[in-house]
């Protein structure tokens, strides 16, 4: 089990930037963000593995959102740029052992605690 702990949410205007940060406490072979409305079910944001570098990610985030990661410190990032409104969720990093169906919850085996995302002017 893999301890995993997010941090970097707050409340930004419409149209600026945040990057949120997981950080696990042990090796995993991919990162992905997912984020929860409420009212909605959790959807699934971007995934990145740790070995090849491969990215995939949600057509509602393409060409704003940027998934990496820092293999010395196993941590995760999402940079968020030109935020919108419907960003707003509480946002959640899992590991996972596979990028097949990146978009299914089950696929993956951990979760952090969330943090929470406001868009709002």
């Known amino acids: 089990q893999v301890q995993l702990v997010e941090s970097g949410g707050g409340l930004v205007q419409p149209g600026g930037s945040l990057r949120l940060s997981c950080v696990a406490s042990?090796?995993?072979?991919?990162m992905g963000w997912f984020r929860q409305a409420p009212g909605k079910e959790r959807e699934f944001v971007a995934v990145t593995d740790w070995s090849r570098s491969r990215t995939l990610y949600a057509d509602s985030v393409k060409g704003r959102f940027t998934i990496s990661r820092d293999s010395a410190k196993t941590t995760a990032y999402l940079q968020m740029n030109s935020l919108k409104p419907e960003d707003t969720a509480v946002y959640y990093c899992?590991?996972?052992?596979?990028?097949?169906?990146?978009?299914?919850?089950?696929?993956?085996?951990?979760w952090g605690q969330g943090t929470q995302v406001t868009v709002s002017s």
């Open positions: 042990g090796r995993v072979y991919a």
């Open positions: 899992a590991s996972a052992n596979t990028m097949l169906q990146p978009e299914r919850t089950s696929n993956y085996d951990d």
